[in-house]
């Protein structure tokens, strides 16, 4: 499916659907946002990586920071932490040519991280939303990623696999889907929610016993008719 410009979403709510649908929803589709100690620490570490005006150039590497990207497969828009770009001698698949620059080039995006690594995917499917991202624009094949976390200062390398693109693809859709229908779902109660910036708008708690419309009028309607 190829979506239209219209349909675009935000890239990095990818990383929000995977962790909890209903923490993308409240983010995404009501607008709603709470910072806590660790999206304050999130912000500080990209505030280096994401500036556009510093350009590196070290031992046959550039290095893009802030980059724009986007899929029209998956609908996604967001920006790139860093991309880098390392010098090849032969043309393939996995090679690309830059603008003002000569010679080949492999593509390597590298996403930054407050923490350390986790125990889900909500990160590495981030990252390969990135690099899908960046196959589209630079008609390049990308084998990995690196995802370097501020807590052990250490780069990860992801390989960006058939599973995991298939993932990616079907986060994206079911992302597309809700924000069609325009509907927050009830919280999945769990560990994760302690940790959540969101936990107090959302109140997990509540909506956990959430109840359709449709069940509460009957359940209301029966008891009516239990009481007369």
């Known amino acids: 499916m190829i979506y239209s410009e219209d ?12 962790f909890c649908k209903r923490q993308w929803a409240l983010i995404h589709i009501e607008q709603l946002w709470a910072e806590n100690e660790r999206t304050v620490e999130g912000h500080f570490l ?11 150039n ?49 593509v390597t995006p590298v996403e930054y991280k407050r923490g350390k690594p986790k125990k889900d995917d909500r990160d590495t499917v981030q990252l390969c939303a990135q ?20 807590q052990t200062k250490h780069r990860q390398r992801i390989e ?30 769990g560990k994760h929610c302690s940790i959540c910036s969101m936990v107090d708008l959302c109140q997990p708690r509540l909506t956990k016993k959430y109840r359709s419309v449709a069940n509460y009028i009957r359940s209301a309607f029966l008891e009516s008719e239990e009481t007369e």
């Open 160 to 189: 960006i696999d058939e599973k995991l693109r298939i993932r990616v693809y079907s986060l994206a859709e079911k992302m597309h889907e809700m924000f069609r229908e325009g509907i927050t779902p009830p919280a999945e109660v």
């Open 58 to 106: 070290r031992n046959g590497i550039r290095v893009a920071r802030a980059m724009p990207i986007i899929s029209y497969t998956l609908g996604l828009r967001g920006i790139a932490d860093v991309v880098e770009f390392s010098e090849a001698e032969y043309e393939s698949q996995f090679t690309t040519r830059l603008n003002n620059y000569q010679g080949l080039w492999k």
């Open 46 to 56: 990209h505030k280096r990586a994401d500036n556009p005006f510093i350009s590196e």
């Open 131 to 150: 690099v899908i991202c960046l196959e589209e624009m630079m008609k390049v094949k990308i084998e990995f990623g690196e995802l370097y976390y501020a």
């Open 7 to 18: 349909d675009i979403l935000m890239l990095s709510g990818i990383q929000h659907f995977a």
